[in-house]
């Protein structure tokens, strides 16, 4: 290796531990600017950087394409002038579409250019721009000039300059994908503040459009909430309206629900835990309050909470500071909360249940949410919000409709089991039970009865019979059958292994899951997708299980898709119609 080279290899690993250190430093959030980052990378670069014969790069640019649009713009310079940041456009777009490097010893007189309008303007007198590619695609381009003749460039200072380049692109490209990548979490937080805002409480009863002023007015204040009403009736999206339309938006919103952890485990959640603290706490954990700090938390049903949990939330409001479990110090929390409950909390602290000074800390500013009861006139809005949200997420040929006389059912029905949860819970099954874009009475019928835990009619009917199945038991085994595949000498497979598909408990397990799926199907005439949410399943489950018996039956001696219809108790056009489905209509011809 000659001396020229040797020197050129020490500078660029210099320069390569430079960008690597400052990259281990750098912290990339949602306020990240890609120009400041670039602009330390070339600095730190080109102050490391040594040109032959002692020149020294006058200027230098780093220019990529803007990936909001075609253009290119200048995202880095070094030791530009003021607000200088010109250069040669004709000549960097060459460099960029070519891909190769461009050298200009004298620019003036260069006849490539002579007629680029952006050289007869600058006052350069040498320049080399290099393009800079990750992964074979065109990241942008190295830009320097001179404007001195002592500093003219030639094509040893071209070569150690595309050397320079490929040194610095990666942690250029770096930066590219974290712009983008704060791009994208700034599009998802303006798309949450706009799924939260005012627009998406649907409502215009006089009973709801008092809880938007008040709660526009929460926003504002910054104060602590006590959000109180039924449940389902919109607690937690009230609280996420309030926290994305005040200062705090741009901060976390951290949900806890009180009622669903036990004692320990709520604290640990809230207050988060040192390793050790407890059995099962391998590692150490950062609690719900830190996560919101600078946010908003919301604990939902704070009702549920125990009096000693109660002691330290009242210190977090009160001081500003909590404790992890098992943590002796304290840590400061700077966060708003929001509390909700479905219960009176006034009678709670009456009967000693809840603490007192607590409540009063967290009723600084009460929301009172009505239910679905008291604001009727909003339902035909919700049924129709809803519809419209199921429509986009999946398409139809026209959007769904409610018939009249169904939508005055709706409007009189009792919601006050779950309220708005409720409704739209029956509107969602109510689309996938219509046949066609039209929900009328019998579908909305249907799903009473179904919710209702009844057996509704069904296209095809199995008369009840005694099966002879203890009280509260679900599964009936038919013993001498099953004993007879318990002492039946398996079949063994060529490589010594039985097939899985003979034992007996995948046999049994098989026959129950489809069995069971059967039920579900005909309770939504033979629809996949309302069956598999009755049954709790995804429907690609209730799909492959399905296959798999049907596949299974198909395999026995003489068995046809008419004989799988009635060992299924499935109607024959059905049986048929899925076995295409599944591309099993083959195995089920007569043989």
């Not at 490929?166 to 994908?177: E, M, S």
């Not at 949410?369 to 008291?374: D, G, R, S």
Request: hydrophobic share 35%; charged share 30%.
């Amino acid at each position: 290796m000659s001396k020229t080279a040797y020197r050129r290899k020490a500078i660029l690993s210099r320069i390569h531990k430079a960008l690597n250190a400052f990259y281990l430093l750098q912290k990339i959030d949602w306020e990240y600017d890609i120009g400041e980052s670039l602009r330390k990378i070339l600095g730190l670069a080109l102050e490391e950087i040594e040109l032959d014969g002692e020149k020294i790069i006058e200027r230098a640019l780093i220019i990529v394409k803007n990936p909001e649009g075609e253009n290119l713009e200048i995202k880095a310079g070094w030791k530009t002038r003021d607000a200088d940041l010109s250069f040669s456009h004709t000549v960097v777009q060459e460099t960029f579409e070519r891909g190769e490097a461009i050298l200009c010893e004298n620019a003036k007189d260069d006849p490539r250019f002579m007629n680029a309008e952006s050289l007869k303007q600058l006052e350069t007198l040498s320049l080399v721009a290099v393009p800079m590619h990750s992964e074979n695609q065109p990241v942008g381009v190295f830009y320097v000039e001179s404007e001195s003749a002592g500093n003219v460039f030639n094509s040893d200072d071209l070569e150690f300059l595309q050397e320079f380049a490929q040194t610095i692109t990666p942690f250029v490209k770096f930066g590219i994908t974290h712009q983008g990548h704060v791009r994208e979490i700034r599009k998802l937080k303006e798309e949450a503040i706009g799924r939260y805002d005012m627009g998406n409480i649907i409502g215009r009863s006089e009973a709801i459009t008092g809880v938007f002023e008040l709660v526009r007015i929460a926003a504002e204040v910054d104060r602590t909430v006590l959000i109180t009403g039924e449940s389902g009736s919109g607690k937690e999206l009230i609280a996420n309206a309030i926290h994305h339309n005040g200062p705090r938006k741009a901060a976390p919103f951290i949900v806890v629900d009180c009622s669903g952890l036990s004692e320990h485990l709520l604290e640990s959640e809230l207050f988060g835990h040192l390793k050790g603290a407890f059995t099962g706490a391998n590692n150490e954990k950062m609690g719900a309050f830190e996560e919101a700090d600078g946010g908003t938390i919301f604990l939902d049903e704070i009702k549920d909470s125990s009096r000693s949990l109660q002691q330290k939330l009242r210190r977090v409001l009160q001081e500003g500071e909590l404790r992890r479990v098992g943590e002796n110090k304290s840590r400061k929390v700077d966060v708003r909360v929001i509390c909700a409950t479905n219960e009176d909390l006034a009678k709670r602290v009456q009967s000693g249940d809840f603490i007192q000074d607590l409540y009063y800390r967290i009723n600084k500013f009460p929301v009172h949410i009505p239910a679905l009861a008291e604001r009727r006139e909003d339902i035909p809005l919700l049924v129709a919000h809803f519809l419209r949200l199921m429509d986009q997420a999946e398409p139809r040929e026209s959007s769904t409709e409610v018939t009249s006389e169904t939508m005055d059912m709706l409007v009189q029905h009792d919601w006050s089991e779950n309220n708005i949860r409720q409704l739209r819970n029956t509107v969602e099954l109510a689309r996938d039970l219509a046949e066609g874009e039209l929900i009328d009475l019998p579908v909305l019928d249907r799903v009473f009865r179904i919710q209702c835990g009844e057996n509704p009619e069904s296209l095809y009917h199995r008369p009840p019979g005694d099966l002879g199945m203890p009280a509260g038991h679900l599964v009936n085994i038919h013993s001498e059958r099953f004993k007879s595949l318990l002492e039946k000498e398996p079949e063994v497979k060529e490589n010594g292994k039985r097939n899985r598909s003979d034992t007996p408990f995948y046999r049994l397990q098989s026959e129950f899951q489809a069995r069971a799926i059967t039920e579900g199907l005909r309770s939504c005439r033979w629809k996949i997708r309302p069956a598999a949410r009755l049954l709790g399943i995804s429907p690609m489950k209730l799909r492959t299980s399905l296959k798999d018996y049907l596949g299974i039956l198909l395999t026995r001696p003489g068995m046809s898709l008419e004989a799988a219809a009635g060992e299924l108790d499935i109607p024959p056009e059905i049986i048929e119609k899925k076995a295409k489905d599944f591309g099993l209509e083959d195995r089920g011809k007569r043989r």
